[in-house]
């Protein structure tokens, strides 16, 4: 382990809400009395089984083994939760240990447009043109917030999601989306121009499987945009804490390294932006040839250990600004500072 505070003690790094500590409980009894089975695989990228442990727990005080592999460097959880289970949980646990973050689906879907209007700004740096005209898709579109700003941009849209709830709201909202994942698209009549993975990837048991489903569905020239939380970006997230970053609903913690190597190693894909933030832009192309995985075990371990020894002593921008609006909340004056603020930047 990375240090002690990452035992198994039950303790959470994180404040919990009533319905997060709930679903907490639920599901670690779920994990105790092997309602939930857990299984043991082979790295993802490499097939190895060589790991090394870096946790016991997650955030949330949740069980869970986070291990490095020796071999090429990915972060992931194992063993982890079957299929089976992870599909239970996700419609009994997961919104409960979500509840805070999204307590309304109008809010939920508020945020997911800001996302949309981030990652539109990315996708039109990159490609130097304004994204209008073209077919979206968004797989784990959750409410269909971020393709509600493509769509009135000029795009036609289409979403998929596992969450009956969230594809109910989208769809009051005028969001072309439906329960499904990604098989629905070969039903689609046209090829999409660019999908979106916003923050799924790392949720998936079985990744490769899922970007050769894609290759073989979409063919040549279509765009994918990746976001993962990126490892070696801690210190501009999550307090600069890696275990207030883990999280039992992510089985992979990728690196700009890591995340590449998924492609590289697949053959079909042409990594034309990425970042270790992470955004990733990715073309869809047969012709390029599959090739070895990058190592970035020792270059990750090293991150991660400096990262801990440095964390006490570490206020980047982000923290500051976070532990200052908190207190301000707290004390009631949030709001009248940021009024006070914004008028002031007017008259300038």
């Given amino acids: 382990m990375l240090r002690t505070r990452y035992q198994n003690n039950g303790r959470s790094a994180i404040r919990l809400g009533k319905l997060q500590q709930q679903g907490r409980q639920k599901l670690i009894e779920k994990i105790d009395t092997e309602a939930y089975l857990l299984e043991r695989v082979r790295c993802a990228i490499c097939k190895s089984t060589s790991f090394a442990a870096l946790s016991e727990k997650e955030r949330r005080g949740i069980p869970a083994t986070?291990?490095?592999?020796?071999?090429?460097?990915?972060?992931?959880?194992?063993?982890?939760?079957?299929?089976?289970a992870y599909n239970h949980f996700y419609n009994e646990e997961y919104r409960l240990l979500q509840a805070d973050a999204n307590s309304r689906?109008?809010?939920?879907?508020?945020?997911?447009?800001?996302?949309?209007?981030?990652i539109y700004s990315?996708?039109?740096?990159?490609?130097?043109t304004?994204?209008?005209?073209?077919?979206?898709?968004?797989?784990?579109?959750?409410?269909g917030g971020i393709l509600s700003y493509f769509k009135d941009k000029g795009n036609e849209v289409?979403?998929?999601?596992?969450?009956?709830?969230?594809v109910a709201f989208g769809k009051t909202r005028g969001i072309n989306i439906d329960v499904g994942s990604t098989e629905k698209i070969r039903e689609l009549e046209r090829k999409p121009d660019i999908i979106l993975y916003n923050h799924i990837i790392e949720h998936f048991l079985d990744p490769v499987q899922e970007l050769q489903k894609i290759r073989d569905i979409v063919g040549q020239g279509t765009l994918l945009y990746i976001a993962v939380?990126?490892?070696?970006?801690?210190?501009?997230?999550?307090?600069?804490?890696?275990?207030?970053?883990?999280?039992i609903t992510h089985v992979y913690h990728y690196t700009k390294t890591t995340l590449a190597?998924?492609?590289?190693?697949?053959?079909?894909?042409?990594?034309?932006?990425?970042?270790?933030?992470?955004d990733a832009l990715i073309q869809v192309d047969p012709s390029i040839p599959a090739r070895e995985y990058e190592k970035d075990f020792?270059?990750?371990?090293?991150f991660l250990h400096k990262l801990e020894n440095s964390k006490r002593k570490y206020l980047s921008k982000y923290m500051i600004k976070t532990k200052t609006i908190n207190f301000l909340k707290k004390i009631n004056s949030y709001k009248a500072i940021r009024e006070l603020y914004f008028k002031s930047k007017r008259f300038k």
């Fill in 158 to 166: 289409y979403g998929l999601d596992l969450g009956k709830e969230y």
């Fill in 122 to 128: 990315y996708l039109q740096k990159q490609l130097g």
């Fill in 105 to 118: 689906d109008e809010i939920f879907f508020n945020i997911e447009q800001k996302r949309g209007q981030r």
């Fill in 261 to 278: 190597n998924l492609f590289l190693t697949q053959g079909g894909f042409k990594i034309l932006h990425i970042n270790e933030k992470i």
């Fill in 130 to 143: 304004e994204i209008s005209g073209k077919f979206i898709v968004e797989i784990g579109a959750g409410a």
């Fill in 298 to 302: 020792e270059e990750c371990m090293h």
């Fill in 229 to 247: 939380p990126g490892i070696k970006n801690l210190y501009q997230s999550h307090e600069a804490d890696f275990l207030k970053y883990l999280t």
């Fill in 66 to 84: 986070i291990v490095i592999c020796r071999e090429c460097g990915l972060v992931q959880t194992n063993p982890r939760m079957n299929q089976e």
